[in-house]
C-alpha cells in the first residue's frame, strides 16, 4: 500500500435507523502518524460511525476504507486480513474477566499470530511494557487492576498484532485526572515512536487539548470542523463554544 496514502477514509456516509437520520454525508480522512480525536454532542453518532468504520456496523450509504480496503464491498477475506492490521480498545476495556491480563494479551496473538510458542510470552511481556504496565501486572486478573491499569491492559491486548492503526472509544472515561492525562501521554508516545494512526472518540477536553494532532466535530448529521485543535477552538458555532468555554470558566474558578 502506498504510505502517503491515508490510513482511514471516511467518504459522504450516511447512517439511518428507521426514520432517524444520524449521519447526512460525513467524509474525513486520517493520516499514518497521527492522532486524530472525534468529538461531538451526545447522539451524534461518534462511536456508531467509529463501529462502521472497524466493520461492525454497515453504514447505509457510503465509503469506508482502512489501510486502502473497503470495509463494506470487499471479500470477507480481505476484511478479516484488514483487521488483523488494526486494533481496537472499546470503551469499557472488555478484557476476558475470566483470564490473566497476559493471557488477554495473548488471545489474538494465539488466534491471528502464528508464533513459535518460546515467543509468546517474550511477545505478550514487550505488549504489556509498551502499554507502560510492570512485568508482574500479566499475572494479575482484571479485577484486581484498578481502572487506569484496565485500560492499560487493553492497550497492550490492543497492539498485540502490532497495528498499523489503532481506534480508541472514549479511552478516558471513569479515569480520575492524574490517571487519565497519564494515559494520554501514552497513546501520544505510541503515535510518535511507532507511527501509527490513532483514531479516538472523546468527551475528555484536556485529552482534546494537550496530545490531538487533528479535531473531528460532528453536528447535524455531518462533518462541522475538522482541523487541529487550535484553529477549531476559534470557530463560531454555538456547540463549538459550549464545548470549549468549559475550560474557561474552570480556569477562572
Given at each position: 500500500?502506498?504510505?502517503s496514502?491515508?490510513?482511514?477514509?471516511?467518504?459522504d456516509?450516511?447512517t439511518r435507523?428507521?426514520?432517524?437520520?444520524?449521519?447526512?454525508?460525513?467524509?474525513?480522512?486520517?493520516?499514518?502518524?497521527?492522532?486524530?480525536?472525534?468529538?461531538?454532542?451526545?447522539?451524534?453518532?461518534?462511536?456508531?460511525?467509529?463501529?462502521?468504520?472497524?466493520?461492525l456496523?454497515?453504514?447505509?450509504?457510503?465509503?469506508?476504507?482502512?489501510?486502502?480496503?473497503?470495509?463494506?464491498?470487499?471479500?470477507?477475506?480481505?476484511?478479516?486480513?484488514?483487521k488483523?492490521?488494526?486494533?481496537?480498545?472499546?470503551?469499557?476495556?472488555?478484557?476476558?474477566?475470566?483470564?490473566?491480563?497476559?493471557?488477554?494479551?495473548?488471545?489474538?496473538?494465539?488466534?491471528?499470530?502464528?508464533?513459535p510458542?518460546?515467543?509468546?510470552?517474550?511477545?505478550v511481556?514487550?505488549?504489556?511494557?509498551?502499554?507502560?504496565?510492570?512485568?508482574?501486572?500479566?499475572?494479575?486478573?482484571?479485577?484486581?487492576?484498578?481502572?487506569?491499569?484496565?485500560?492499560?491492559?487493553?492497550?497492550?491486548?490492543?497492539?498485540?498484532?502490532?497495528?498499523?492503526?489503532?481506534?480508541?472509544?472514549?479511552?478516558?472515561?471513569?479515569?480520575?485526572?492524574?490517571?487519565?492525562?497519564?494515559?494520554?501521554?501514552?497513546?501520544?508516545?505510541?503515535?510518535?515512536?511507532?507511527?501509527?494512526?490513532?483514531?479516538?472518540?472523546?468527551?475528555?477536553?484536556?485529552?482534546?487539548?494537550?496530545?490531538?494532532?487533528?479535531?473531528?466535530?460532528?453536528?447535524?448529521?455531518?462533518?462541522?470542523?475538522?482541523?487541529?485543535?487550535?484553529?477549531?477552538?476559534?470557530?463560531?458555532?454555538?456547540?463549538?463554544?459550549?464545548?470549549?468555554?468549559?475550560?474557561?470558566?474552570?480556569?477562572?474558578?
Amino acid at each position: 500500500m502506498n504510505a502517503s496514502a491515508p490510513a482511514i477514509e471516511v467518504e459522504d456516509v450516511v447512517t439511518r435507523f428507521g426514520e432517524h437520520r444520524v449521519h447526512d454525508g460525513v467524509s474525513f480522512a486520517v493520516r499514518r502518524g497521527t492522532l486524530t480525536a472525534i468529538i461531538g454532542a451526545s447522539g451524534t453518532g461518534k462511536t456508531v460511525l467509529l463501529r462502521e468504520i472497524v466493520g461492525l456496523q454497515a453504514p447505509t450509504a457510503g465509503r469506508v476504507r482502512v489501510l486502502g480496503t473497503d470495509m463494506w464491498a470487499t471479500p470477507e477475506a480481505e476484511v478479516q486480513a484488514v483487521k488483523r492490521r488494526f486494533g481496537m480498545m472499546f470503551q469499557d476495556g472488555a478484557l476476558f474477566s475470566s483470564l490473566s491480563v497476559a493471557e488477554n494479551v495473548a488471545v489474538p496473538l494465539k488466534e491471528h499470530g502464528g508464533l513459535p510458542a518460546e515467543l509468546l510470552a517474550p511477545l505478550v511481556q514487550l505488549r504489556l511494557a509498551q502499554a507502560g504496565l510492570e512485568a508482574d501486572a500479566g499475572g494479575k486478573m482484571p479485577s484486581q487492576l484498578s481502572g487506569g491499569m484496565r485500560k492499560r491492559a487493553a492497550i497492550a491486548r490492543a497492539l498485540a498484532l502490532e497495528p498499523e492503526v489503532l481506534f480508541l472509544d472514549e479511552p478516558t472515561s471513569g479515569l480520575d485526572p492524574t490517571t487519565a492525562r497519564g494515559f494520554d501521554r501514552l497513546v501520544r508516545d505510541l503515535v510518535d515512536q511507532l507511527g501509527i494512526a490513532v483514531l479516538l472518540v472523546t468527551h475528555d477536553l484536556d485529552t482534546v487539548l494537550t496530545v490531538v494532532d487533528r479535531l473531528i466535530v460532528l453536528a447535524d448529521g455531518r462533518v462541522l470542523a475538522d482541523a487541529p485543535p487550535a484553529e477549531v477552538v476559534r470557530i463560531d458555532h454555538p456547540w463549538i463554544r459550549a464545548y470549549f468555554s468549559v475550560r474557561t470558566m474552570v480556569g477562572k474558578g
